[in-house]
């Protein structure tokens, strides 16, 4: 499985577990890629995979966030 995948999987993992709760911002791009040790573009392959399933949401300026749906689920 690609690195972005498996990223992917893992913070869906963190959403599931609830770990990562609604409304939860996520780290910086730059962080993400240092504390999973994976490339910048990787990080934001796996985000663009997560917001195209609705699970995260960017808001320009602020940050990257779970969605409020991402509860529901």
Do not use: C, H, N, W
Request: charged share 15%; net charge neutral; hydrophobic share 50%.
């Amino acid at each position: 499985m690609p690195p972005y995948l498996q990223l992917a999987a893992i913070i869906r993992g963190r959403v599931a577990s609830g770990e990562l709760a609604p409304g939860t911002r996520l780290p910086a791009i730059l962080a993400m890629a240092g504390e999973y040790g994976v490339s910048v573009p990787t990080v934001r392959k796996a985000l663009d995979v997560l917001k195209a399933e609705g699970l995260v949401v960017a808001v320009g300026g602020y940050g990257t966030f779970i969605s409020e749906e991402a509860g529901q689920a």
